[in-house]
Every structure is written in structure tokens, then in C-alpha cells.
């Protein structure tokens, strides 16, 4: 089982003993992400993900580089709408060493000046790089379609002018005031032994002030929307989404299973309708979102111009037979068993673990172990799968975004 353990600061340290492994997983974890920003801060939150990696007290950045490659260790980071994660993974024996390097980076970073104007390019060539990946860019213009004005709408990477005018002290206030000792969670997987690991990091990670209280976070309202971005493509990119469910949401497991149900896999519905039966999409499935109060459910398709409105008729369709037939005993129990499956080959992955015992603690407060997941999504019926499907599908909140050729594709920009 795993353990934790609260520093006096309010620090939390989680820890998966994982005794088949040769590896070690860490993660320093904090609360904040994009959406915790203003607007005028929008991209503050990836631009210290980068920074922090850029040199210390004690470390240029690349002796950071070095320090990783010398013991054949990987790390990287990640921002997300509600939160940042600084991570890393080796070996077990370079458990130690790993402790120090990330340690360093997330207490004693410069964000010298010099390294931000080196820095900048790469992130709006980051942007760039999205803005001409079609099938991810669609994705970003669809949440901006979905979620409007309110901040989960907003790219994580922010906006090209503000990463301009971003300079090494508003990086550094934003690092000190808004990462708390109460929002941050390290969380580590892997042949390790809790209390050593608590005695390596806690002394650095104890030094910890809390800064500045965070805005509150305000639930996003959604309304139906329809928006056309007009690209020379060969295919129109295409996104309709729903409503979904907050990460909490005690119906999260019949969503999950909605979600295999219709475009999770390559034998569902969504899959077989539209490319194996009818050839419309080489790429086509659902997603899903879920944020502390809301989320989104998601459908993509990359298609010929020509096919944009049947491909958006078959997607409804299948939606209203999830609304008003029962799913199969069959097609249901297919359905829980690739959905445990995933979940249990996930798990033996220390990074996978890792991140579930930081996402536990972030919004469960405990660690939900995974036994109990597979009861949860075994307890899920038919009719519960209809009602949510009932509640989600609805045409009034329905959002479609279209990316491509859609001067030619019979749809009409607004």
C-alpha cells in the first residue's frame, strides 16, 4: 500500500513501494496550471516549465542536462490546465542523486534574464509547431469553441504576444507567489524505501513559504457553439463536443465506459461506423476532459471536404442510439474489460504509477486503490450508461469546430 507523509509546511510526500522494479519515478507536483492565470498572465505557468530546467544556484543548465545523462536518467515536465509536474526517472540506484538534481532545479532556480531571451524563441516556435499540426491544432480550437471566454479556453502555451513581453521578474513572481506549500504533492514509484525518501527530500522542501492566495476558480457555463476556421488543408479537421464530467464525479466510471463505448478503441462504434464501414476517416475517435468542476466530452475526424455533414450526422447519430437503446450485455462487458485492462497495464508502470498516486492525493485526498476502480467500473449497468448518455447528448449544448477547406465543404462560416 502506499504512504504518505505531510511536512510541517503542509508539503505532502506519497510514496508506491514497488519491490519488481529496477527503477524510481519522482514527480514534484503543484496545483496551478493555465487556467489560474489572468489573462494577462495567460502562458506564465508553461513558461516556468521551461525555466526551470534553465540553471540554478549551483548548476547551468546544461550541467542539469549532464547531471541526468550521467546516470542515464530521463526527466522532463508538463503543464496542464490545473497543474504543473516536474518529474524524472531512474534508476534505483541513482535514487539519491535524482532527489538533488530535481530538488535543486524546483528551489533554486535563477530564471536568469539572459536564459529567458533564450528561451522565448522556443516557446512561440512551440506555438508555431501546434498552429501547423492540424489534428492537434483543432483540439485547441475547439476548447477555445467549448469553454469561450473562461480560462480553461485558453491555450496553455499563452499567447504570442504575452510571451514577448513576459520578462525574468514577472516569471520569478508568479513562480514565488502562487506555488504553495499546500499545493504542492511529491509523489514517487518504484524500488524505493518511503522513509529514506522522505528523509532526502523533507529538509529542502520543508524551507517552503507560502506566497500570495490564489484566485478562486470559477465554473465555466456552457452554451452550444458553432465555429468554422477556414485553412488550406486536404482534409477538414473536425471536433463536436459535449458537456463531460468533473474529475470527482461519482458517475466518472460509467463515463469512462461511455467513452470506450463510441470512439475509445478500434471496435467501437464510432470506429467501425465511419472508417471501417464507410472509408469517411483514416483518424477518428472520442476523448474525454475532466477538470475539479466540469468537463468535456469530445469527438474528432479528419475527412474530405465533402464529407463533413454526413461525418457530423454519424457522430449524432451514434449519439442518440446511446440515448435511447440499451447497450448489449456483450458490447458492455467488452467494454469493462479493456477499460481494466489498460488500467491494470498501466500500473505496472512506475511513471504511470507515479502520477496516479499525485492525482489521488490532489483530488481524493487519498489513495483509491485500484482494486476498487475495477469494482467501480464492474458496478456500472446499462441504464446507467443510458441516463448519462441522456444527459450528456444533448443537441442544445452541442459545440462543433471545423479546421480546413470549409468554404468547400457545404458547411457555412458564421
Known sequence: MPRKTILPNGIKIVSQHMPHVRSVSMGVWVDVGARDESDEQSGLSHFIEHMIFKGTTRRSAYDIAKAFDAIGGQTNAFTSTESTCYHARVMDTHLETMVEILSDIFLNSMFDPLEVERERPVILQEIGMVEDAPEEYVHLLAGETFWGDHPLGRSILGTRENIRSFSADTIKGFFHRFYHPERIVISVAGNLDHDRFVDLTGPAFAAIR????????????????????????????????????????????????????LGGNMSSRLFQEIRERRGLAYSVYSFMMSNVDAGMFGVYAGVGPSDVE??????????????????????????KEFTKGNLWLAAESVDNQMVRLAQNEIHFGNYIPMAQVARSIDAVNAEDLQALATDLFREDRLCTTLLGPVETSGVQSP
Open 210 to 261: 507560502n506566497g500570495q492566495s490564489l484566485p478562486e476558480r470559477t465554473t465555466p457555463r456552457i452554451e452550444a457553439r458553432n465555429r468554422t476556421h477556414a485553412r488550406h488543408l486536404e482534409q477538414v479537421h473536425l471536433c463536436l463536443a459535449t458537456p463531460g464530467m468533473a474529475i470527482t464525479d461519482p458517475r466518472r466510471f460509467a463515463f469512462s465506459l461511455l467513452n470506450t463505448l
Open 310 to 335: 454526413r461525418t457530423l450526422a454519424l457522430i449524432r447519430k451514434q449519439m442518440d442510439r446511446l440515448r435511447h437503446e440499451p447497450v448489449s450485455a456483450d458490447e458492455l462487458r467488452d467494454a
